[in-house]
């Protein structure tokens, strides 16, 4: 089985205050050696500094750590969506382009925006145009709840958008509705409590969900409790293998359709 | 000696678990102790129906069981008369939920029932974590006028209010943080920036499994000593129990 954590950050511990982008290759090791003791074989991968200071040098650690570890890590960048349109939209298209991402990661809590800000409109643009999902961190009042990036989603059908959190703990109710309903609305089981990920699972099945830890820029535990979580849902083992990798492999273009041939083992 | 500081039995809208359910999780685990308290309607609205079934569970096994009472401090006298009643039968302390209760933790609704508390020396468990209602600062402001009682702060304010929390303990050394909900990241900071004397575990069963989070735990904090106050020692000592 193919394990792929959704949700992981690259860089310093933000409890140490460590926002840096300026660890060389420290934090890709240290990143490298935690996902691989849990078993992890890839990570989506998002900045942590690039999340609450400039995006770009977020973006380039990203991709050196991607270099440095690229069986491992599949970096997702980030941007301003208070930056003009020019500069959104070429930041964007150097991500994908130059650099290999394979999406986008906002915070509109860490970010300071509203999804309902003009430049999101750019973000959902460049996102469709550029045929790549977005993951937002949600579960969190005022400008990060489950609804608000469920309304995103629906209000662009076009552009694959993620529950980066599922609600957390105390939102995860209203990302089932939306997970039934719309097709481009995924959920990352990256924070409700254990029976609300039951609950979902449940309601919305496998093909919509993923396992995610948050790890990465935390302790070791994070990863390790999070499969812990996961492995624990009461679901069929077919099941279990969509929600640790296949639907984010999947979701990404590494893994064919559930009609297709080839085999996830295949590309790992 | 393992103490589940905070679960809930009974069959509600969002959980429902039945005691024996619950103590063959505990016997299943290691745990030897549970605080027990009712379900979402019983803490709302049916106070009285909720602790009446608490009780009942804790006079069936009372060497495993203790039951925190609710009352809703918008029933005013009836509230309080309730708390005094419940504690007066043999519960061990005051839970509240400002969500689900409906007020901002720190109203001058909730004084005379944490009055009550006060003068019975028993502690306080209120849930945290929630916009609003519910954010640990204002736990704190109630905490400081009452700094003779022990407060438990439910989920250690989970969901994202990590912030906070070396604040809180700054400004209101009487509260303790409890540990269901909250992930590793969080405990590594009130770890480091708290200690380990101020933290409980909880399950908030049914929603979380002793088997899944106990070891999070231990992985966290490997030292004896500290799971030992994690696990045992704190709410040990916050109900009055003997060293």
Redesign the interface.
């Known amino acids: 089985m193919i394990i792929v954590d959704a949700h992981t950050h690259l860089g310093n511990d933000i409890y140490a205050g460590q926002w840096s982008t300026e660890s060389g290759d420290a934090a890709a090791d240290e990143y490298a050696r935690v996902m691989r003791a849990a078993g992890v074989n890839k990570g989506f991968m998002f900045t942590m500094a690039g999340l609450v200071s400039d995006p770009q040098p977020g973006n380039d650690e990203l991709a050196r750590g991607r270099d440095r570890y690229p069986d491992l890590m599949l970096p997702w960048g980030t941007v301003d969506p208070y930056w003009t349109e020019a500069k959104i939209r070429a930041e964007m298209r150097r991500c994908i382009r130059e650099l290999g991402f394979y999406g986008f990661k906002l915070h509109p809590w860490l970010q300071g925006f509203s999804l309902t800000v003009p430049g999101m409109e750019v973000v959902a643009e460049e996102c469709a145009e550029l045929g790549v999902p977005v993951i937002f961190h949600d579960g969190t009042a005022f400008y990060a709840t489950p609804l608000q990036v469920a309304y995103f989603a629906r209000a662009h059908p076009k552009v694959t958008v993620l529950s980066g959190h599922g609600g957390l703990a105390e939102l995860w109710a209203d990302t089932i509705q939306p997970a039934k309903e719309l097709p481009n609305y995924y959920i990352v089981l990256n924070g409700p409590v254990q029976s609300g990920m039951q609950k979902i699972y449940d309601e919305v099945g496998a093909d919509k969900l993923m396992f995610g830890s948050d790890g990465g820029s935390f302790h070791p535990s994070t990863v390790t409790w999070y499969l812990r979580r996961a492995r624990a849902l009461r679901a069929p083992a077919a099941d279990l293998e969509k929600i640790l990798g296949l639907t984010a492999l999947r979701l990404v273009g590494l893994a064919p359709s559930p009609e297709g041939s080839q085999t996830a083992a295949a590309i790992s | 000696m393992i103490i589940d500081a905070h679960a809930h039995v009974g069959h509600g809208r969002f ?1 429902s678990l039945s005691a024996d359910d619950l103590l063959r999780q505990m016997d299943e685990n290691g745990v030897d102790r549970a605080i027990l308290c009712p379900v979402e309607e019983q803490i709302v609205a049916f106070n009285h129906e909720g602790n009446l079934f608490i009780l009942d569970q804790v006079r069936r096994h009372p060497q495993r069981f203790l039951g925190f009472a609710v009352a809703n401090p918008w029933f005013g006298e009836i509230a309080v008369r309730e708390l005094e009643w419940a504690l007066a039968e043999g519960l061990t302390g005051l839970k509240l939920h400002a969500v689900y209760q409906g007020f901002p933790m720190n109203d001058a609704i909730v004084y005379p029932l944490v009055d009550v508390a006060a003068r019975q020396h028993v502690p306080v468990y209120a849930h945290c ?4 209602f519910g954010e640990p600062l204002r736990l704190v402001e109630l905490a400081r006028r009452y700094p003779e009682v022990t407060f438990i702060m439910g ?1 250690s304010s ?3 209010f990590w912030n906070d929390l070396p604040r809180c303990h700054q400004y209101a050394p009487n509260i303790l943080f409890e540990t269901s ?1 909250n ?3 969080n ?3 009130i770890g ?2 708290i200690g380990t004397d101020f933290m409980v575990f909880g399950s ?1 069963a ?4 002793y ?3 106990m ?2 735990l231990r ?2 904090f490997p030292d004896p000593t500290d799971q030992e106050k994690i696990f045992h020692r704190n709410i040990a000592h916050a109900l009055g129990e003997p060293e």
Request: hydrophobic share 20%; net charge negative; glycine share 6%.
């Open positions: 959980k974590g929630s916009a609003h989920h989970f969901s994202d909900r992930t590793p990241g405990f590594q900071q480091k920036e908030n049914p929603e979380h499994y088997q899944v989070d070891p999070m992985e966290m």
